[in-house]
């Protein structure tokens, strides 16, 4: 069970890394929510993972740490909020900034425009501006 | 027991929540609201600054529950330093603020004293969860402030500090479930007694855990090569908040302080000084670019920031120094810069409402209305910056050379403190030129400022300045701080001898 809520973990954690490296605000937004969800995830497994063992005292033989459970509710709660932020954030710097390049200067699309516009002259059929 | 600990966090808090209550009351009276509620607060701060002074860690626990099972506040001298000068800082802000230039919108106040709460909450906690969730107070509090007034260039600026500080968010959650999944507690002062006593298998990952909020606590303090963010950050805010944001750096020096003088300060375990080989490289980097930036900036707001990172490169000289000589003398620069780098950000403020297109660039435009005044002040705070004497500056940098342990730390520090010192004086010095003598034209005629924004300007100019001429009462105060920070059995002591409240008491 370790070596597979390890792996869950990774697997998200490097998905966040990757999204979060990306250029437009919307797959950095998502990229911060796996991040956080990998995090959760990592909280809770810290209390050492048991399965069938409710966290109460007298309900069994052993209970697991019941503070890690607390712990993650807090941090679920601001992950939350901060998401909710930061979503109307990029949706006010989208309307600011005209795009939605984390820059805000969308230099790609301005590549794109050139490169196309290159294409086109030298296939002679030029562009009328 | 005493009840007034929690006050510098309650009283911040009823106020923002009284001000968003209030919203459509009137900006006079939220202004008068605001104000009173931080001259209580600065008196609390005096008086906990009081009852810290005498020389005993006082603690205050949550809900009766005795540590290291319950949430603890922890007043020491350190934490009673870093509100008073808090306090202080937010006091002569919100009263600039407060003079005709909270606007748009009144939003501003509430966010001041939420942000107030966030600050106060991590000086004072004694738990890592608990500085975790403080630090999210803050930083959203700090979010909003930001991007107060609006426009693309906030909005942009907002963005990278947003996401930024919640990456560093994800990071400092995996440093405190790591120490909590190896030694089990929360509390800083009991995970240092654990880290000391940790059983060998377990030492590389309490090792990760702390290098790991050292990233946290860097990237809060912007550190080299994690203080990208801060020049485009403090340069759009609105002068007041950017003079605020002057404690934010300052609170991740406080928590390398806080945390790696209590939670892995044991010699037994090999953890005593486990950071050094980071610290003396990453504050000699950080110096060598806030430098450069202050040199290269075109902007008087964007040199101010960079002057910012300089003042943590300083203080991460004297954390890297790690004895009670170069902590005593860290924590006099500490308040020196908050206060000096907060009245520079105030002065950039008005000027740049004095010179019409030109605002803040480094260029020649318009003589300034007010010319005489704000050069006598530019001209005092530039010289504190630098460090020329009698100023606070001189002070704190005289005190962070002496603290050098053997000559090879001298071979380094020294250089890098003077060397710092003329290229900051060369750069603040053709930015003073520029724009009191090199100019062209008639002057603008708006944007005159009040006398009460210059007094305010002043006032925390002489509460800076006046570090120095009261130095035979302040330094031997931050003498015995940096000696209690050393001192971690003290900590332990206060948390043994605690005696929670009797169930049947009033």
Known sequence: MEALVAAVIAVMTSCGVYLMLR????????????????????????????????????????????????LVLTAIVIGFAMTAFVLVLALRARAELGNDHVDGNDQMSINKYLNDDHHANKKGEGRSL | MSHWIIAPILLPLFTGLLLLIGAGWGRRIARVVSLASLALLVGVDVHLLTVAAAGEVSLYALGNWPPPFGIVLQLDRLAALMLVVTGVLAFFCAAYAAAGRDGPGDSLHPLIHLLLLGLNGAFLTGDLFNLFVFFEVLLLASYALLLHGGGPRRAKAGLHYVVLNLAGSALFLIAVALLYGVTGTLNIVDMGERIAALDPADRPLAHTGGLLLFVVFGLKAAVAPLYFWLPGAYAAAVGP??????????????SILRVYGLAFASDGAGFAGFLSPWLWPLALVTLALGVVGVLAARELRQQ????????????????????????????????????????????????RQQRGEMTDKIKSGPPLQQGTGLGILFFIASASIVGMPPTSGFVGKVGLMQAVASPLEAIWVWPALLLTGLLTITALSRTGSTFFWRTEGEPTGDGRASASVLAVIGGLLVFSISLSFAGNRVLPFMDATAQQLSDPAAYRRAATLFQPVPEDAP
């Open chain 1, 23 to 70: 250029a437009r605000t919307f797959p950095v937004i998502l990229g911060i929510t796996l991040l956080s969800y990998a995090v959760n995830l990592f909280i809770f497994v810290m209390g050492r993972l048991t399965s069938a063992n409710p966290a109460v005292i007298g309900s069994g033989a052993t209970y697991p740490d019941p503070l890690p459970q607390a």
């Open chain 2, 241 to 254: 908040v950017a003079a605020l944001f002057a404690i934010m750096t300052k609170v991740g020096i406080y």
């Open chain 2, 304 to 351: 101010i920031a960079y002057l910012v990172i300089v003042s943590v490169g300083t203080l991460l000289v004297g954390v890297a120094m790690n004895t009670v000589a170069s902590l005593s003398a860290l924590l006099y620069y500490l308040v020196h810069s908050t206060w000096i780098c907060a009245a520079l950000f105030l002065m950039a403020d008005v000027m």
